[in-house]
């Protein structure tokens, strides 16, 4: 009781401590604002060089932060991403004091990444769940598409902002290679490493299934990066591998199904033989007996806590929780039956239309928003929340057009989702400005580690408290997600770039580290399919060695090139 009593007062602390950060830096936000319409922009001319391509490289010709602060005043390409101007809140307002700008925005980089998760965990994972039951897709089905899904929404969403929003597709390829490669050997790696002396082992053929479409995935990627443009259809045909991965683990479910209801069917008259029953499944009286199986469901019901007086601190950890709960909760519909309020979703029907048109103008228009635009979603908006009024009950959620209601979640919580990850690659954008590092190398390594921090975290546990169960579902999940990212997580952006392009092609971003990157993947994956059969499918240490050796390999390497250690470019 003492335990859990102290966890919930660590949860309630560190909520109370995001919230205040939160609130400080909305404030510093408008602050720096206010500040820029203020100061002085006399030296502009010269300050801008007019000989740097990028933000970072002027920036670094500068040396006060005066003149950096007035620097990116003047310069489009300083300007933000997302909806907060990171780089005017460091210079303008943390000019003096670097070393507290660097703790704000680091601290804001957590935060982003805890509503990105909790975004997914909380509003969009239980969109996809009951889309699924009330869609009745199989639980094959469900896991290959709707859970891959939820669980590689984060590096979906941040790869198509990358490739639509900022016009850094670099960032988004090297985000998304660099999460599958994180997974695929640092994360499967330590699970060898830490069961390697259990003796367990994986099913051959799911193993050699997964690392060889992901394989395949990486030698077209791999194709497409090497000639540097692709087209709509090149695009579509790069996402469809995805599809025949589905129907190819749709089909092999299908046998084994089949497979495992006879050898079930052939046990169950063995038994029956034991028992004195005729193998053929007649009795005395000439009459068939009816061999009937039934799968049993186990289900753990998780019991409330009883409801215990709050304290004062717990009444204000809600009250300054409400900026970062609040929007959401008010914006996404939720139709579960524990977490149901009339009111909430009324408002949330009213209001998700005005949050999608706000999206729209600041993706499309800029600065410049259109009233007609905001009059015609609060209109709708205002007839969707009395529908809600008239055809919903207080005490559960609707029975009659809950598909429409779940798709409605579904869609806001894809556009929460979306908005985050735009912040959230806007403020790794400005940060590689900031320290004159390239945004590839953060997409690389922060966004890559952020994105997979979750895989590490529920593999390994998984791994190692489930036995030869457990090992399965955590190393199918190693490589199936990194499938999924790889694909979807680049095929959607690239077929929304190159239809954007059509009829001509899309350029893809140079970046020499790509094919690095991919070359290094490919090999942890190779060695991953070579060691494992000849270890008997084994979770062997010399496996997880190999691969954690891969990886850090990779990543010294990278590091040193961007530190200036090792130049083996020229």
């Not at 779940?406 to 959230?424: D, H, N, P």
């Not at 489930?466 to 999924?484: K, R, V």
Request: aromatic share 10%; glycine share 8%.
């Amino acid at each position: 009781m003492a335990s859990l009593f102290s966890s919930r007062l660590s949860s309630r602390s560190l909520s109370l401590l995001i919230n205040i950060f939160f609130i400080s830096l909305i404030y510093l936000h408008f602050a720096s604002q206010k500040s820029s319409r203020s100061g002085s922009i006399q030296t502009l001319n010269s300050l801008a060089g007019g000989d740097s391509d990028s933000c970072s490289g002027g920036l670094a010709s500068l040396d006060d932060h005066r003149s950096k602060c007035s620097y990116i005043r003047s310069q489009s390409k300083c300007g933000p991403q997302g909806y907060i101007d990171y780089l005017k809140i460091f210079f303008c307002i943390f000019g003096q004091s670097p070393v507290l700008g660097h703790l704000v925005l680091s601290v804001w980089l957590f935060v982003l990444f805890y509503l990105l998760g909790d975004t997914a965990a909380s509003y969009f994972c239980p969109s996809l769940d009951s889309l699924s039951k009330v869609l009745k897709l199989s639980p094959t089905m469900a896991g290959v598409t709707l859970l891959s899904l939820g669980n590689g929404a984060p590096d979906l969403f941040s790869s198509v902002v990358s490739f639509t929003r900022s016009n850094n597709g670099d960032f988004g390829l090297n985000s998304i290679l660099g999460g599958a490669f994180f997974v695929s050997s640092f994360v499967v790696g330590t699970i060898c490493v830490l069961i390697g002396s259990r003796d367990v082992s994986i099913d051959r053929n799911s193993f050699i299934r997964d690392v060889v479409f992901l394989l395949v995935a990486l030698c077209c990627l791999g194709l497409i990066i090497f000639i540097g443009k692709v087209t709509i259809w090149v695009a579509l045909c790069y996402l469809s591998i995805y599809l025949l991965y589905v129907g190819f683990l749709s089909v092999s479910h299908f046998f084994d199904r089949k497979k495992r209801m006879s050898d079930q069917i052939l046990r169950s008259r063995e038994d029956l033989a034991e028992m004195g029953v005729p193998l053929l499944g007649y009795i005395a009286d000439e009459k068939p007996v009816l061999l009937e199986i039934t799968a049993q469901e186990f289900k753990i019901v998780f019991e409330d806590p009883p409801k215990r007086h709050r304290s004062c601190f717990s009444v204000l950890v809600c009250i300054i929780g409400l900026p970062l709960y609040l929007p959401r909760r008010l914006t996404i519909p939720v139709v579960r039956e524990e977490k149901w309020s009339k009111p909430c979703a009324m408002v949330s029907t009213a209001i998700a239309p005005v949050l999608l048109t706000e999206l729209y103008c600041s993706h499309y228009s800029g600065s410049q928003r259109n009233l007609i635009l905001y009059i015609i979603s609060g209109s709708i908006g205002l007839i969707l929340g009395i529908l809600a009024y008239l055809t919903t009950e207080k005490s559960h959620p609707p029975k009659k057009f809950s598909l429409v209601w779940l798709l409605g979640g579904f869609t806001m919580s894809v556009t929460w989702t979306y908005m985050i990850a735009q912040e959230l690659v806007s403020l790794l954008i400005s940060l590689g400005n900031i320290f004159g590092i390239s945004p590839s190398v953060l997409g690389l390594t922060v966004l890559a580690w952020g994105n997979s921090l979750g895989d590490l975290i529920a593999n390994v546990t998984v791994a190692f408290h489930g036995g030869n169960d457990g090992a399965q579902i955590a190393l199918s999940g190693c490589y199936a997600g990194p499938l999924f990212n790889t694909v979807i997580g680049l095929g959607v952006p690239l077929v929304i770039s190159s239809l954007a392009e059509y009829p001509g092609v899309y350029i893809i971003p140079s970046d020499n580290s790509l094919l690095e990157t991919l070359g290094f993947l490919m090999v942890g994956l190779l060695w991953a399919l070579v060691i494992m059969p000849k270890k008997k499918m084994r979770l062997d240490k010399l496996v997880g060695g190999g691969l954690l050796a891969i990886y850090l390999c990779f990543l010294s390497l990278r590091l040193a090139r961007v530190f200036g250690v090792l130049d083996i470019d020229r």
